[in-house]
């Protein structure tokens, strides 16, 4: 049984998005809706966002996501109307960057793009309404910005890989130093984003988030550890976040 479980965690490569849904919770409780549904249909979301991408990257032979798609439109009549057309907006932005035919993921400036914008569709699934959105911006815009660096971070991390195999990133279109110099254009932004907008309402996290991205700011070279650390380091920040907004 344990077996069968590990397998299936391995098909939808769980261990690449688990952390999301820590997005779930913080939102969740942002937005006063903390529904183990939420939780459910992110992880069903994340399941077929990952799964159909392995498909058509030849990492997979079988049609995996058709059975998180199959739970979803189980899922779709417990779920509000505004979450339902979030929720569907997602499927359509995964399903575009991974199918050959339309392939966000090998277009430059698109694949980061979508990318950043379909882990913020995660993050805000669990509001009720743009009410709640809007009273929750500057949190949305920088979990936006969060995720454009990762994206950056991931594509120069694999810019040999995917200018070997032919998918064109933004990394691999505008060459290694450029792609840099943008990435740290954008912490440096985000940088001075949190100072002033993020530090006057949760202070612990920003001063917590400000010494994050200046430690990857002083990095000369990016590799697949700093990916790693990134993830890591995120983890933690989303713990300290979610602990001061209950406080």
């Known amino acids: 049984m344990f077996r069968q479980i590990f397998e299936i965690a391995k098909y939808y490569r769980v261990n690449d998005w688990i952390h999301y ?27 077929y966002a990952y799964s159909i991408n392995d498909y ?21 009549p417990f779920v509000s ?9 997602l499927l359509i932005l995964f399903t575009f960057y991974s199918w050959p035919k339309v ?19 995660i993050f805000i699934l669990p509001f009720n309404n743009i009410e709640q959105i809007s009273s929750n911006y500057q949190i949305v815009l920088l979990i936006f910005l969060l995720n454009i660096i990762a994206q950056l971070l991931h594509e120069i991390s694999h810019f ?9 990133t933004t ?12 990435l740290k254009i954008i912490i440096i932004l985000t940088l001075f984003y949190s100072i002033s907008f993020i530090l006057p309402k949760y202070p612990i996290f920003s001063l917590y988030l400000c010494v994050f991205l200046i430690l990857f700011l002083s990095h000369r070279k990016i590799t697949k550890n700093e990916r790693k650390d990134y993830k890591i380091l995120g983890v933690l920040g989303g713990v300290i976040l979610t602990i001061e907004i209950i406080s």
């Open 56 to 76: 058509y990257d030849k990492k997979m032979k079988k049609k995996y996501f058709i059975v998180p798609i199959i739970l979803y439109w189980l899922l779709v």
């Open 171 to 182: 990394s691999v279109k505008i060459g290694l130093k450029k792609s840099t110099t943008i």
């Open 103 to 121: 392939w966000f993921e090998g277009k430059p400036i698109v694949s980061t793009f979508s990318n950043a914008i379909g882990f913020t569709l």
């Open 160 to 168: 040999k890989n995917d200018k070997k195999i032919g998918k064109i």
């Open 81 to 89: 109307y505004f979450i339902f057309i979030i929720s569907l907006l």
């Open 21 to 47: 849904l820590g997005y779930t919770l913080i939102s969740s409780i942002l937005a006063l809706n903390i529904k183990l549904l939420n939780f459910i249909l992110s992880a069903i979301i994340l399941a």
